[in-house]
């Protein structure tokens, strides 16, 4: 198996440090040129050619100063193919049965949405609501570009949002939620969300789902109480997302969680 893109991010800095030191250099003598950009020797998305927007690039977390606390624990930036964001839907959808609920009554959270790829893929389905956090301004400020060219055009779900604020303070909506995180920062913020899920879950009755890609710290969300695993399963890419893909990954993995509400309906 391919190591991940996210892997590669983490492992590969000191190898690559002084080619990407050079490109960064020399993208920033580019007059108004953002550094958030997407290299310009880097082929650009199918997804981003196909529908005009950006959501490419890969950041490390030090490109990525926001000036929040929370920065020296994000795990930068890498938007997920279309076809493992497809195939993890899927996984997820058959879990619904189990909980009396359909997709239709949940709300969908992308927990760091970074350029918003994910939220624009998330309104292809008739979600309640979707909705995107994002800690550094300038990604979520992509995202909301994005989205506004992206909703000119008939979606299944409309109510469609990119806030720029952290993960720990996001409000959880009422009823079902769903929630997307495809490694976007390290333990510590891992075990605040899952702290605070857990403390949130005891005053509601409807689950909060969790979609969990490339689960690096799978067992911290195994360990927290009443979370209950519902699959873990690899997602192959689709070979137009292996070629787009930077470092050619073919396959990625997906865990399911869901935390029921203690309260009755
Ligand atoms: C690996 S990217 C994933 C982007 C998107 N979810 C996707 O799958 O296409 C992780 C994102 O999380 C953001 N992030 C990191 N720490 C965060 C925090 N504490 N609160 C909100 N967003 C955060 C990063 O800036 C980055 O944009």
Redesign the pocket.
Known sequence: MMSTA?AWLTRSFDVQGVIVSLRRTLRSTIPHASHLDPDPDEPQHPFDRTHHVD?GGL?YPDQ?NSG?Q??M????????APSL?RGAIALWQKTCAATGYRLNDYAFI??????G??LMLASEYPFRQVL?????PE?AGVAQANLRHWLRHKRACRDVLALN????SVAIPDGPVVL??????EQQ?VIGLLTRLAAISERRSAPIDLIY?HPEFDTLVRQCPRMELLADQDIAFTPEDTAADVFGVEVDRCSLYRLPGLLRA
């Open positions: 996210y959501t950041f990525l929040h929370h920065d624990h994000s795990a930068g930036y890498y938007a997920t964001f992308d927990i760091g949405c970074g350029k790829r994910v995107g956090v994002e800690l550094h990604l604020t952290d993960a720990l997307y995180l495809f490694n976007s920062f913020i890609i």
